[in-house]
């Protein structure tokens, strides 16, 4: 369970498309202080791979737009309804969490523990 995971929550049961919020409320909603780098626009980018609370808002159904740094607001907006499973207890993964799984395969003689050059372990 991620930190950041009571801001999904709360947007999930937001009935509208739009929810616009202060950082303040944001912190209000979480139950902790945003980190130092809220002040920087990327931060709020909507990369999955920008930071965990990136991934919790988009694995929600949301995304940021209409940031604004120096009054600290912004305006989530629904991309997509998310349901979660009964009894999961969390939000579902990124959709594209383990796509490329079961394609990469080892011949059964392969020893990934031995050297890829064969002088390298050589004494000499």
């Known amino acids: 369970m991620s930190k950041y ?24 909603v979480l139950g902790r202080p945003l ?15 920008n930071n965990p609370m990136t991934r ?9 737009e209409q940031v604004d740094i120096p009054a600290q607001r912004l305006t989530f907006r629904r991309a997509k309804r998310v349901e979660r499973p009964a009894g999961s207890g969390g939000l579902d993964r990124y959709p ?3 796509a490329m799984r079961g394609t990469i395969r080892f011949a059964t003689d392969l020893d990934l523990t031995a050297p890829a050059d064969p002088e390298w372990g050589a004494d000499g």
């Open 56 to 64: 919790v808002w988009l694995e929600a159904g949301f995304v940021t």
């Open 96 to 98: 594209g969490y383990g």
């Open 5 to 28: 995971d009571p801001l999904a929550s709360y947007l999930m049961r937001q009935p509208g498309d739009r929810v616009p919020l202060t950082f303040s409320e944001i912190e209000k």
């Open 35 to 49: 980190p130092a780098s809220k002040r920087y626009p990327a931060w709020w980018s909507n990369s999955p791979t």
